[in-house]
């Protein structure tokens, strides 16, 4: 499993990795049973404390996404439902980000869905025109 | 740019324990107050962080923990020992990277002059060592004086790191280091933090280049810490406030808030202020600002942001 | 980590050992030179009569004693090499008590010291024995019951036959520790080290100079007077007691007013060493504190 973190993302670094998780999850890379990778080589290859990676992997058993087995490492919680659950959080975590970036360049939320209903339908035509 | 007074930012540590402890310490050299009356804390396994600008007082700290320094008043703590009385057992469970880029003995190999550190160094990991000596691609065979100041840099890491000693003080560890062996390096040190119970306080100039593997910062100014918390801390209460702001605004905060820095343009305005958020934007709202936005800062903007104050005396 | 968890200083035995390495290796190159001449010595002096007859005999290894000055003041200089005493050298980052553990290198630089000496008096016996047998160590030796005498050429003046003491070949033993511990003190206890030894040796020069040109008792005193003085250190106080004798003959000898022996060698040297010692000692206590 590949976890990235975005350097210009101003989230604490915790909750990044937990988003990655979850985003693993509903892209289908990571499911059910699945180890997640261990506290040490997480934090190395993304060279951060390995303490924001334990803690990362704290809220995401406290949410019922991962359970840890002692000695054995960090899972994929068996009750996890990437669909059902996971992917609308994520879509909320992604609009969240998409309305402070509005705010921030003076656009109002309805600004906003007007614009993604115009890229929504160009790629629907774009789609039609290949087929 | 106005600017306002110094913010008073926390400085409590809570009870601890803690792996370094300084209380009330001043050292005078001739001319300068290096330090004066300083206190902090390092709580056990922290990664901590101090920033300050050159002559803050860093490496006369860091050598004083060493046990090389001399102090003028004041106490200092490592592990509960005074590095002045029980140097060397305290230098026993330091892992210390110094400032200066000299290798003790230019006429031994690397591979010599780590041996001599193994042998005098309690807990040495051997294999450690060498598979470090691996990571960091350093060669045993050359001799010491012939190394460039980056392959010093390294083999002064390994040093350190070998013997997997409770307290790292690292001084300007990224120092010297191309790209290539600082991304080594971090990664180095977060597995190294993963397997071995240990403490660091790191000094540097350059916070972005360690900030995501230290947990607690403090920002020291001639000789005194302005503040020390944990990173978490900091990006919650010190941000950075986007608006726009009419003509005559008058920012009047509360108690426990205080803007760091303001920039005015013409038309809107960004606030650096410490407090909570929206006790900040409230008291932005109530003197006439609209806030368009709200982010932490980085580490390294927020040292920038709370050194750059003035004092106002 | 808690407080019981954490390590000892390693023990001063491990570190003093591993200081007669370090300190071996750091003067490794100039050892091997003096190994590599006095082996050329071994081998190319039989060659030649002339030097075998320069060699020996010798009745007095105290003769040794400027050599052994002179070799003795270079140690400290190659142990202390890249040692900042006042700064952060690595001896002072190490996890060793500092006062202990310069001693530690003090004494691992004499004991590489004693081995060079050592190598140097065993060539010289060597050498002597090739030359001479044991003849080499026996001798006569010119004696002056009364001083006036043997100069107006009256008599007072005889020879009488001598052997090499054994304890004479301590003695450049002893006059290489004191420089060594000497200019060892010097380089550790003071700050400015060359500035001292250096202006040292200009009072040193002058006091000399202005003895020599006012022919001054206290000159005189100073430098040979007492078993104690400068001589005392530098031949074990044989010289004072040597006169110069010119006969009316015209021929000159140095001739014993009073035969060396092994308590006026121990009294001269005595002082030397133990003092030398002390201002070592005393200089190791010096804080390092920067």
């Known amino acids: 499993m590949l976890i990235r973190l975005e350097q210009t993302d101003g989230r604490p670094l915790y909750v990044q990795i937990m988003d990655a998780v979850r985003a693993q999850l509903v892209r289908g890379a990571l499911g059910a049973g699945d180890a997640l990778p261990s506290v040490r080589e997480l934090a190395s290859s993304l060279r951060i404390n390995p303490r924001t990676v334990s803690q990362a992997y704290a809220e995401l058993e406290r949410e019922g996404i991962?359970?840890?087995?002692?000695?054995?490492?960090?899972?994929?919680?068996?009750?996890?439902?990437p669909t059902e659950v996971e992917r609308p959080r994520l879509a909320r975590e992604v609009a969240l980000r998409t309305m402070a970036d509005a705010s921030r360049n003076g656009l109002l939320l309805d600004d906003v869905l007007d614009a993604l209903r115009i890229l929504a339908r160009e790629a629907d035509s774009k789609k039609e025109g290949v087929g | 740019m106005k600017v306002s007074t110094m913010t008073p930012l926390p400085i409590d540590m809570g009870d601890g324990p803690f792996a370094i402890e300084v209380e009330g310490v001043s050292r005078r050299f001739e001319e300068t107050q290096a330090l004066d009356d300083l206190a902090l804390a390092v709580p056990e396994g922290a990664v901590y962080v101090l920033v300050g600008p050159n002559g803050a007082g860093k490496t006369t700290?860091?050598?004083?923990?060493?046990?090389?320094?001399?102090?003028d008043?004041?106490?200092?703590?490592?592990?509960?020992?005074?590095?002045?009385?029980?140097?060397?057992?305290?230098?026993?469970?330091?892992?210390?990277v110094p400032e200066h880029q000299r290798l003790g003995y230019p006429w031994l190999t690397v591979g010599r002059y780590l041996e001599h550190c193994a042998r005098l160094t309690p807990g040495w990991d051997r294999e450690y060592a060498a598979r470090l000596c691996r990571d960091f691609d350093v060669d045993l065979s050359k001799r010491c004086d012939s190394l460039s100041k980056g392959q010093t840099r390294r083999v002064q890491i390994i040093a350190a790191l070998a013997s997997r000693p409770a307290v790292l003080l690292l001084d300007e560890p990224t120092d010297g280091l191309d790209?290539?062996?600082?991304?080594?390096?971090?990664?180095?040190?977060?597995?190294?933090?993963?397997?071995?119970?240990?403490?660091?306080l790191i000094s540097t100039h350059r916070v972005y280049e360690i900030e995501r593997l230290v947990d607690h910062v403090g920002v020291l100014r001639r000789g005194r810490l302005l503040g020390q918390m944990p990173v978490d801390d900091l990006r919650g209460k010190l941000r950075r406030y986007w608006g726009t702001a009419p003509e005559d605004f008058e920012l009047s905060l509360g108690s426990g808030q205080r803007v760091v820095r303001t920039i005015r343009g013409p038309a809107d305005a960004e606030w650096t202020v410490w407090g909570e958020e929206q006790d900040v934007v409230a008291g932005l709202g109530r003197a006439g600002a609209t806030v368009r936005d709200v982010a932490p800062l980085s580490l390294d903007e927020a040292a920038t942001a709370l050194l750059s104050q003035r004092e106002i005396s | 980590m808690s407080a019981g968890s954490l390590r000892h200083a390693t023990p001063p035995g491990v570190a003093a050992v591993e200081q007669l390495r370090v300190v071996g290796l750091s003067m490794r190159r100039e050892m091997l030179v003096v190994a590599a001449a006095l082996l050329g010595l071994l081998i190319l002096a039989p060659m030649s009569q002339e030097i075998m007859l320069e060699i020996g005999p010798l009745l007095l290894p105290t003769d040794l004693g400027p050599l052994a000055f002179t070799v003795g003041i270079v140690p400290p200089l190659l142990v202390w090499r890249r040692e900042a005493f006042f700064g952060e050298s690595t001896?002072?980052?190490?996890?060793?008590?500092?006062?202990?553990?310069?001693?530690?290198?003090v004494a691992a630089g004499w004991l590489w010291l004693m081995g060079v000496v050592g190598m140097g008096v065993a060539v010289l016996i060597g050498l002597i024995l090739i030359g001479h047998g044991t003849d080499g160590f026996r001798g006569m030796v010119w004696f002056a019951t009364d001083v006036a005498a043997a100069r107006a050429g009256t008599g007072g003046l005889e020879q009488i036959p001598w052997a090499t003491?054994?304890?004479?070949?301590?003695?450049?033993?002893?006059?290489a520790t004191c420089t060594y511990l000497g200019a060892t003190a010097i380089l550790l206890g003071l700050r400015r080290p060359f500035h001292w030894a250096i202006g040292g040796w200009i009072v040193l020069m002058a006091i000399g100079l202005s003895a020599e040109v006012t022919t001054a008792a206290w000159g005189n005193a100073l430098l040979s007077g007492y078993d104690v003085a400068a001589d005392g250190l530098v031949t074990g106080g044989h010289d004072t007691r040597q006169v110069w004798v010119t006969l009316p003959t015209g021929r000159a000898y140095w001739a014993f007013t009073e035969l060396p022996t092994f308590s006026s060698w121990l009294s001269s040297i005595a002082p030397w060493t133990l003092g030398t010692f002390a201002a070592c000692w005393l200089a190791t206590r010096r804080s390092r504190q920067v």
């Open chain 1, 66 to 81: 991962v359970h840890v087995r002692p000695g054995k490492g960090s899972f994929i919680d068996s009750d996890v439902q």
């Open chain 2, 61 to 71: 700290l860091l050598t004083m923990l060493m046990g090389l320094g001399a102090r």
């Open chain 2, 73 to 96: 008043s004041g106490s200092l703590r490592v592990h509960g020992m005074d590095p002045a009385a029980r140097g060397a057992e305290v230098r026993a469970n330091v892992g210390y």
């Open chain 2, 179 to 200: 790209h290539v062996i600082r991304d080594v390096m971090l990664g180095v040190l977060a597995e190294h933090f993963a397997d071995s119970p240990t403490t660091a």
């Open chain 3, 91 to 105: 001896l002072w980052l190490l996890p060793v008590e500092h006062t202990a553990h310069a001693r530690a290198k």
């Open chain 3, 165 to 175: 003491p054994v304890w004479g070949w301590a003695h450049p033993f002893f006059v």
